[in-house]
């Protein structure tokens, strides 16, 4: 069983940064597609950035390219999303989740099988 733990949330204002890392344990094999996610309150989750089994391939959604710059380190089997600019409506619980299969960017939640538990990434204004 894949354990994926997220660290780095908290509470920030508006214009600054954070730095979210999510470390994948467990398991036999490493994870190929990586993501992050978000859900604000009273809101369905949501994609945010997705990257490619060796790093190569990037995705953003709209609300966060030219903001966020997710990364990984195989070595260390973790992900990263940096997060620059940060806007109130970037309040949510953020998500890592990784799959085995995939070795694209991924979009789709569903698509991924491990998950972690969430970090808190609050922004005020």
């Known amino acids: 069983q894949v354990h994926m733990v997220e660290s780095g949330g908290g509470l920030v204002q508006a214009g600054g940064s954070l730095r979210l890392s999510c470390a994948a344990s467990?398991?036999?094999?490493?994870?190929?597609?990586m993501g992050w996610f978000r859900q604000a309150p009273g809101k369905e989750r949501e994609f945010v950035a997705a990257?490619?089994?060796?790093?190569?391939?990037?995705a953003y959604a709209d609300s966060v390219k030219g903001r966020f710059t997710i990364s990984r380190d195989n070595a260390k089997n973790t992900v990263y999303l940096q997060m620059n600019s940060l806007k109130p409506e970037d309040t949510a619980v953020y998500y890592c989740?990784?799959?085995?299969?995939?070795?694209?960017?991924?979009?789709?939640?569903?698509?991924?099988?491990?998950w972690g538990q969430g970090t808190q990434v609050t922004v005020s204004s």
């Open positions: 467990g398991g036999t094999s490493i994870l190929y597609a």
């Open positions: 989740a990784g799959d085995r299969y995939y070795t694209g960017t991924v979009d789709y939640a569903p698509a991924y099988d491990y």
């Open positions: 990257i490619d089994w060796n790093g190569g391939s990037t």
